[in-house]
């Protein structure tokens, strides 16, 4: 059977304002809430001052340990918003003005536009581009990184506008231990999947035998439909 | 001249459920502010798990590059408070019961003591307790990693009782470029830390004298003194 993978986040908090205690850092505890009800842990979160080193070593740290990172401030047009830069440099791309933006920024700002506000088109080398909530900049994310403005209400839309993507199997789960082997129940479980479509079963076999051969674990957004499969297994396997 | 040192800290946030959103990390809020009054600057901060691995992988990271490491929670008596294991593990020394600890628990708790309870009293091999506040478990501290429980109140209680020993010069700083050479100036700057005792001077020469020669940083808790002192400076050094 797959394995189940968790799927698994990381926060990176980015602004010598928050280290300095003079800003809350209202975004990781909204980050937080939200992805428990996507189903997703979050594993670390980091925060660390507007610094190209600190960034990208946060990124290198926790970039290929989890699912998704996201990070919050540093977006901005001025000198020390500088989390474009790192994510580049973290993954090693360039950082180059994306045409898009740069369109769109030009088409709001006209003559007006002017060096700085121009910044905000600069994106790494290969980002996607995720408008939302008819605001002007969109998400941008490479990878499995997505990077989020600092300011908490255009934190908090940009994320409403987006996370349900992120949405996975949450963390309603059940437990069977079985003392048959794997190849026996391999039927029994695929007819399990049938019957409960919203299903996830994972299925861990054990080399040493002793009280049990295999874990199955069960796991559904729907608390139901573990608990109804919970029981069809077990007079199934019975 | 000394070069001045900065005193600069890290947090370590403990617990699953700061990560899962149930809990606000007020005590990180509680901290920087502090910190920032004390005039210590807060490099990093970090939220792990409770998870021996993640707690030793953030001491690893951090304790060799900051003044201080302030870590909140995991140590109470149940078995997902792991700190005291963590950062034992993390400075390769065992975990010892602390026999002044077990006295005061064992006066406090009499017969119902229990073996839960008696956890409490579990410290890194050569800790150093500080009792405060009338509270009956120290913080503990051992090298520069001092160990706050995570529960609000007990921390802010634990944090104020000890705080001032860490106090050092606050962010209240003047720069002075100044074009004669150091040593033309060295007895212009004796002179000035006589005439104000509070006042702390950094004298940075500089190999190419384009510009300026020496970069003299002024420090004081005092913001007074600092204004007052680069009066001084100015008209003595011109």
Redesign the interface.
């Known amino acids: 059977m797959d394995v189940m993978r968790e799927t698994t986040a990381a926060y990176i908090?980015i602004g010598d304002e928050?280290?300095?205690?003079?800003t809350?850092?209202t975004n990781?505890?909204y980050?937080?809430?939200?992805?428990?009800d996507l189903g997703i842990?979050?594993?670390?979160?980091?925060?660390?001052?507007d610094d190209l080193d600190?960034i990208r070593e946060a990124l290198d740290?926790l970039r290929h340990r989890v699912t998704y990172v996201f990070t919050s401030g540093g977006l901005g047009p001025t000198h020390d918003d500088v989390t474009v830069e790192g994510v580049a440099r973290a993954l090693g791309v360039r950082v180059i003005r994306d045409p898009i933006l740069e369109k769109k920024l030009r088409e709001h700002f006209g003559q007006s536009l002017d060096h700085s506000s121009l910044k905000m088109a600069s994106v790494p080398e290969g980002a996607a581009l995720h408008f939302c909530d008819r605001l002007l900049i969109p998400v941008l994310s490479i990878r499995n990184v997505y990077l989020f403005p600092g300011i908490p209400e255009l934190f908090r839309r940009k994320l409403d506008s987006i996370k349900e993507r992120f949405r996975t199997a949450p963390f309603c789960t059940e437990e069977i231990l079985c003392e048959r082997f794997e190849s026996e129940i391999a039927d029994i479980l695929l007819e399990a999947l049938e019957r409960f479509p919203t299903l996830k079963i994972g299925s861990y076999p054990k080399l040493d035998p002793e009280g049990y051969s295999v874990k199955i674990l069960l796991e559904s957004r729907d608390r139901a439909v573990v608990a109804q499969a919970a029981d069809y297994l077990r007079k199934a396997i019975a």
């Not at 980050?31 to 428990?36: D, F, I, K, M, S």
């Open positions: 908090g928050l280290l300095a205690g003079k809350p850092d990781f505890l980050l937080a809430q939200a992805l428990r842990r979050l594993l670390r979160a980091v925060v660390v001052p600190a740290l």
